[in-house]
């Protein structure tokens, strides 16, 4: 399996692995993340392994998972993002979370719009997704700002409503800085998208 690490001005977006659990760990049940991502839920380690175990199978499959996101400058992780494959019939979604140290310095923007361009032209999605809690208004307007459009209200697997909108492949023009790609590397070569920039 290739996977494929995405450089944006300020950030470095990695595949997570096993090895990242105790850091997905910290950063699922900061009080600021869990409070929308898993609706105020502690998540155990073996929820964390499960959903890692996901994203890995999801690269397999599809090219996509999820991200740890970092800070170019330092080794410090920022949040998390990726696609998933989620509900019936299948559709991908776009996940975000920022530590709150890291909110309001449009982080969330670069990070989500480098993962977004990647789903459409390195996985070639033909559309991606975005939810949110109705209380959870900075997910609503980092969505606004993605350009992505609004389609109406859903219910979630655990009962509770979210807010959906979506982007179709094309409907943006990227800029030549939204990100660069670059094979990770000590990882075994296999078939998948071209790395480029």
């Not at 290739?2 to 009080?31: C, G, K, S, Y």
């Not at 350009?147 to 409503?161: D, I, V, Y």
Request: with cysteine; aromatic share 10%; net charge negative.
């Amino acid at each position: 399996m290739q996977l494929f690490q995405l450089e944006t001005d300020r950030l470095i977006l990695r595949p997570v692995r096993t090895l990242d659990a105790p850091q997905l760990l910290h950063l699922w049940n900061d009080p600021g993340v869990r409070r929308y991502l898993w609706d105020d839920r502690l998540i155990g380690i073996d929820e964390v392994q499960v959903q890692i175990n996901r994203s890995l199978a999801g690269f397999e499959l599809y090219g996509f998972g999820l991200f740890l996101i970092h800070g170019r400058d330092d080794e410090a992780v920022r949040g998390f993002c990726g696609l998933r494959i989620f509900g019936e019939p299948a559709e991908i979604e776009l996940l975000i979370a920022l530590y709150p140290q890291f909110w309001k310095q449009g982080l969330a923007q670069e990070a989500a719009r480098a993962i977004l361009r990647f789903g459409f032209e390195e996985c070639h999605l033909p559309a991606i997704l975005a939810g949110h809690g109705t209380p959870n208004s900075e997910s609503s307007r980092l969505i606004e700002r993605l350009g992505m459009k609004p389609f109406g209200q859903r219910t979630l697997a655990n009962g509770l409503a979210a807010e959906f909108a979506a982007l179709q492949a094309g409907e943006i023009a990227w800029g030549r800085e939204t990100y660069t790609l670059r094979k990770e590397s000590g990882l075994t070569p296999a078939s998948g998208p071209a790395a480029n920039s």
